[in-house]
């Protein structure tokens, strides 16, 4: 069960949530949008990878507050499901309740797209955002083994996770 604003400090309070907006991310947006992956990842997208998920089969929304970027998502449509590729915060604002409010966008993006599940894959090693996954109310499916570049020539397993909508 994932918790209420009431229930979690780290939410933003209700003036900063009016002062948001979420919006389609656009190829105007690639290079704040590359400044944060760089930035949160020691193994960070692509500006390719990008701008290859700006089509209809992906989902890219930029979260902004007062015209600052403060994260992303990127998912792709599938047969009643979302496939979440990447979400991130930027570091400066992580842990203040964003990613939760960018995956309740996603799921109701899902839900309005016919989504039954929503599914993603975690670094095994990213223990933070598996505990956010978990509070939200994502369950471990599967280990893929192998699946992130860890390093030179090292490999990471990566946590499959789903949710029920």
Avoid at 11 to 17: F, G, H, L, V
Avoid at 86 to 96: D, L
Avoid at 139 to 160: C, M, T
Wanted: charged share 20%; net charge negative; aromatic share 10%.
């Amino acid at each position: 069960m994932k918790p209420t604003p009431a229930q979690d400090s780290t939410q933003p309070s209700e003036a900063t949530r009016n002062r948001v907006t979420l919006a389609p991310m656009t190829q105007d947006d690639l290079d704040a949008v590359i400044a944060i992956e760089q930035t949160a990842y020691s193994h960070p997208w692509t500006r390719g990878n990008f701008r290859d998920s700006l089509n209809p089969l992906f989902e890219a929304q930029c979260l902004w507050l007062d015209g600052e970027l403060l994260g992303y998502f990127l998912a792709m449509h599938g047969v009643e499901e979302m496939h979440l590729l990447n979400i991130t915060v930027a570091p400066a604002h992580q842990g203040q309740g964003w990613g939760h409010m960018m995956l309740d966008a996603l799921s109701l993006v899902s839900r309005h797209a016919g989504a039954q599940w929503l599914w993603l894959e975690v670094r095994q090693t990213n223990l933070r955002a598996l505990q956010v996954y978990a509070l939200y109310g994502f369950k471990q499916v599967s280990i893929r083994k192998d699946y992130y570049p860890a390093g030179r020539l090292q490999r990471e397993h990566a946590v499959v996770m789903s949710l029920k909508l």
